[in-house]
């Protein structure tokens, strides 16, 4: 099994702020792939990052990949109410998400 | 319909009933996955089907879940004998490709199951 822990659980910020949430292994990963779930809904995938290092930008969100593909963070710039979801990470194998990080931002 | 299809959407049965949770995958598309996902938390992998066969049975909780496939569509999550402890949202969903790549999934908005 390959264990993907998120950081933080739980996060309340205020609209116009910024934050990051982490996703995190002991194991490396030919790929990963971040998901926004919205309250009632299933996951839908924002990205997947492939190359050690690697950083994509999908409008206010920046993806990161870590050099050696262990971890990756998801940074939200001025972020809206429309950013308040479930995020999950997950592995190439993608039977296994992480652990999910609550953002709820406050309008 | 274009995304994947789960059925019912809302299930409520009382403890010891047997329920069966179906979905729908995209045409096409040869993988098919169940998770179960309590209230904010993460998925659980149940199972999961590459054609009609499930190479990967890991997930299930016990013997009383089981799950079947047939004509590389349509699934079938089956729960007997159930206990509070399954409730849940049960999710679904499917992708193109053998499920260990990088292709993405495409899931149902899921079954939420509730056991008085």
């Known amino acids: 099994t390959q264990l993907l822990e998120q950081s933080p659980q739980f996060l309340s910020i205020q609209e116009g702020e910024n934050l990051t949430v982490y996703c995190n292994s002991s194991s490396v990963f030919s790929s990963l792939q971040w998901y926004r779930q919205e309250p009632g809904e299933g996951p839908v995938l924002l990205v997947t990052?492939?190359?050690?290092?690697e950083v994509k930008k999908l409008k206010r969100l920046t993806f990161q990949f870590g050099d050696a593909r262990k971890d990756s963070s998801l940074h939200i710039t001025a972020a809206q109410p429309g950013d308040t979801g479930l995020y999950l990470c997950?592995?190439?194998?993608?039977?296994?998400f992480g652990t999910g990080t609550s953002l709820t931002v406050i309008p | 319909g274009a995304g994947v299809s789960q059925s019912p959407s809302n299930k409520v049965t009382e403890k010891g009933k047997d329920v069966e949770l179906r979905c729908d995958p995209i045409?096409?598309?040869?993988?098919l996955y169940w998770y179960r996902q309590s209230l904010g938390q993460g998925l659980e992998f149940l199972i999961y089907?590459?054609?009609?066969?499930?190479?990967?049975k890991s997930g299930l909780p016990s013997d009383r879940f089981s799950a079947e496939r047939t004509g590389g569509s349509v699934s079938t999550l089956t729960i007997q004998r159930t206990q509070q402890e399954d409730s849940a949202v049960y999710l679904c969903a499917s992708s193109l490709g053998s499920g260990t790549g990088s292709q993405p999934q495409h899931f149902g908005d899921g079954t939420r199951l509730s056991i008085l």
């Open positions: 045409s096409g598309h040869t993988a």
């Open positions: 089907f590459q054609g009609n066969s499930a190479p990967d």
């Open positions: 997950a592995g190439p194998n993608q039977f296994y």
């Open positions: 990052v492939v190359t050690g290092g």
